[in-house]
Structure formats: C-alpha cells, structure tokens
C-alpha cells in the first residue's frame, strides 16, 4: 500500500495483476476496483495499514466489468456492507445478466484472437451493483466533487473517476502503463476500438496532475502532459 495523493491510496501490483486504489473520505473508504479472485485480502491488508478494517470500507467503484476487476466483489460483498456502482451499460455484466462484450475476432490477428479466447474463458461470478452510473455524475461522499467520466471502448460501460480536489483520474484500463509508456488497453478485450481512442483524448482533456491506472505504475505529477503527448500520436 503507497500513499499517492493527500486521499488517495494504491494497493499496487505487478503489471500483470492489478492496482485498487483506496480514498479515504469523511465517512470512510471508497475502493475502486475489486481486483482479482483473493485481492480481497490485499484490501484487508491495506486498510489494516490505515488504521482501520474492512468495516471502514463504504463503497466500491467498478471501473468496467473485466475479471481482472470485478474477481474479488462478490467475496468482499459477503463480509462487508458496501454501496456498489457501476456504469449502466457494464452493470448487467457484473451482475451476470449479460455476457462480457468482445471484439470480433475478424478484426484481430492470430495474437489477439489467442487472448480473446483465453478472456472470454475467465467466468465472471455474479456480483451485486447498487447504484448505476452515467457520464458526468457526481457521487458524494468520496472526496469532494469526485466525478464520473464515462470513457468508453474497452468495454462500453468503462468509466474513470474524477478527483478535482486531488488533481487525479483513475482511469481503470482506458491506456495501461507499461514499463516503456502509456500504451492503449489490449484489442483483443476491447469491443470499440473508435471508442477507446475517443476515450483517450476525452481523457486527455481533464486538467490532471496524477493518473492512476489499472495496469502499471501510477503517473504522480505531469499527467495530463503526458497523456496528450500520447493522444497526438494515436
Ligand atoms: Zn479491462
Ligand atoms: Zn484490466
């Protein structure tokens, strides 16, 4: 766990796993991403490490209905009570009524449609969503003006969550971070890919100093540079 803005803070992973950030706010935690199946623990140990326990988490974000970010809400759903949001459009999939939408595999090369098989193997176990989200909606008790920007493409309910007060955008997978740069999320679990770039300089456009992704290391400083440099060159 690393402390990343004044209320924000990673539970950070290898690339290949994947970051859930916790917000401290006036009435308790927010947690933003349910990781995969056992990442509840690491939620148990970050909030211990915060002086506080799992009966201080008050609501979790879902950025998009991925098993990479979705495996561990059902089990953290079973011990805590907490207020689950969602985009509208990814919330029949989290709660199983509709199936994860994926490219055509006509539209990828071998590679991707390798992984597109392999994703598409990864049930997802139904999990409940309280509240449905749309663009632009504000939801109180996270931090102050703590916004939703719906950012579609990599699945279409994929959002990100603004922080004005902390200058930040979690953005889930709308780009990954690699060890040599931002690049986009993977094709091959991507069902627009016209959407994933118009998300990216949507993006782009918000007067951010920290970008805090899915997929590698957080962005602390210079953020919203960065990611404009990365959305010419799409
Ligand atoms: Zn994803
Ligand atoms: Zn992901």
Request: proline share 6%; aromatic share 6%.
């Given at each position: 766990?690393?402390?990343?803005?004044?209320?924000?803070?990673?539970?950070?992973?290898?690339?290949?796993?994947?970051?859930?950030?916790?917000?401290?706010?006036?009435?308790?935690?927010?947690?933003?991403?349910?990781?995969?199946?056992?990442?509840?623990?690491?939620?148990?140990q970050a909030l211990h490490q915060l002086g506080s326990t799992l009966s201080d988490l008050k609501r979790i974000v879902i950025t998009h209905a991925h098993p990479d970010h979705v495996?561990?809400?059902?089990?953290?759903?079973?011990?805590?009570?907490?207020?689950?949001?969602?985009?509208?459009?990814?919330?029949?999939?989290?709660?199983?009524?509709?199936?994860?939408?994926?490219?055509?595999?006509?539209?990828?090369?071998?590679?991707?449609?390798?992984?597109?098989?392999?994703?598409?193997?990864?049930?997802?176990?139904?999990?409940?969503?309280?509240?449905?989200?749309?663009?632009?909606?504000?939801?109180?008790?996270?931090?102050?003006?703590?916004?939703?920007?719906?950012?579609?493409?990599?699945?279409?309910?994929?959002?990100?969550?603004?922080?004005?007060?902390?200058?930040?955008?979690?953005?889930?997978?709308?780009?990954?971070?690699?060890?040599?740069?931002?690049?986009?999320?993977?094709?091959?679990?991507?069902?627009?890919?016209?959407?994933?770039?118009?998300?990216?300089?949507?993006?782009?456009?918000?007067?951010?100093?920290?970008?805090?992704?899915?997929?590698?290391?957080?962005?602390?400083?210079?953020?919203?540079?960065?990611?404009?440099?990365?959305?010419?060159?799409?």
């Amino acid at each position: 766990m690393k402390q990343l803005t004044a209320a924000v803070f990673g539970i950070l992973t290898q690339f290949n796993g994947l970051n859930g950030y916790l917000i401290r706010g006036e009435d308790g935690f927010t947690l933003v991403d349910a990781g995969m199946k056992g990442f509840e623990r690491s939620v148990r140990q970050a909030l211990h490490q915060l002086g506080s326990t799992l009966s201080d988490l008050k609501r979790i974000v879902i950025t998009h209905a991925h098993p990479d970010h979705v495996g561990a809400l059902p089990s953290l759903q079973q011990v805590v009570n907490v207020t689950t949001y969602a985009h509208r459009l990814d919330a029949p999939v989290i709660r199983g009524d509709w199936p994860m939408a994926c490219p055509k595999p006509a539209e990828l090369g071998v590679v991707g449609r390798f992984m597109l098989a392999r994703m598409q193997s990864m049930s997802l176990v139904p999990a409940r969503v309280d509240v449905e989200l749309t663009d632009e909606q504000i939801i109180e008790g996270i931090a102050a003006g703590a916004q939703v920007r719906h950012l579609p493409g990599h699945s279409h309910g994929h959002i990100g969550l603004y922080l004005p007060a902390e200058k930040t955008l979690i953005g889930g997978d709308v780009v990954m971070h690699l060890p040599w740069g931002l690049t986009p999320p993977l094709r091959a679990a991507s069902p627009d890919w016209a959407a994933v770039k118009a998300s990216i300089l949507k993006a782009a456009e918000l007067p951010i100093e920290n970008l805090l992704l899915g997929h590698g290391a957080p962005i602390i400083g210079g953020a919203q540079a960065r990611l404009q440099a990365f959305a010419r060159q799409l």
